[in-house]
């Protein structure tokens, strides 16, 4: 249906339409410099001040398999977007957090083939799942902030 760089964007798309989900980034951003790297995911809230808030991707996996006689195929692709918001046990940053997740959740869930960038899956495969899955949580030092962590996992198809 269509290539992985139009996929990679219309997943980041729909990551942007979640309300206050702070910065989004197409892919992994790393710069020598912290300050630097910091301001890449320093988000405005809505009430005034900054929070280190962010978010990138990464296709994590890719399977390709073959769907008929006829030589069509199909690739499977694996995503992980990493997310990042600091530590705020005033404004029960855990909770907000946790929000967002359900939020991107829900904002794939209404739109599993990303506007058509992909094929509405799973196929028949020993992985059945849908959706955005929770691969990891917890407390991580990010660009020298404590901030609550996670991974979240999700797949697509495409043919080839």
């Known amino acids: 249906m269509s290539r992985l760089d139009t996929l990679r964007s219309a997943i980041v798309q729909t990551l942007n339409t979640v309300p206050q989900i702070g910065r989004v980034h197409d892919r992994e951003r790393a710069l020598a410099d912290e300050t630097a790297q910091r301001a890449l995911f320093l988000y405005d809230l809505p009430a005034g001040g900054q929070q280190l808030r962010g978010w ?3 296709r994590t996996a890719t399977e390709e ?7 069509r195929a199909m690739s499977a692709d694996t995503w992980t977007v990493h997310g990042y918001l600091a530590f705020d046990d005033v404004g029960a940053s855990e909770l907000v957090f946790d ?3 359900e939020d991107i959740r829900d904002a794939v869930r209404a739109d599993p083939t990303f506007g058509g ?5 799973p196929l028949t495969d020993d992985k059945r799942t849908d959706g955005v899955q929770v691969d990891g949580t917890g407390l991580v030092t990010f660009c020298g902030v404590r901030c609550h962590g996670i991974a979240l996992q999700l797949r697509t198809w495409r043919y080839l």
């Open 56 to 58: 990138w991707l990464r």
């Open 65 to 71: 398999r073959s769907v008929n006689a006829a030589g």
């Open 99 to 101: 929000a967002l997740v």
């Open 117 to 121: 960038a992909c094929a509405s899956g």
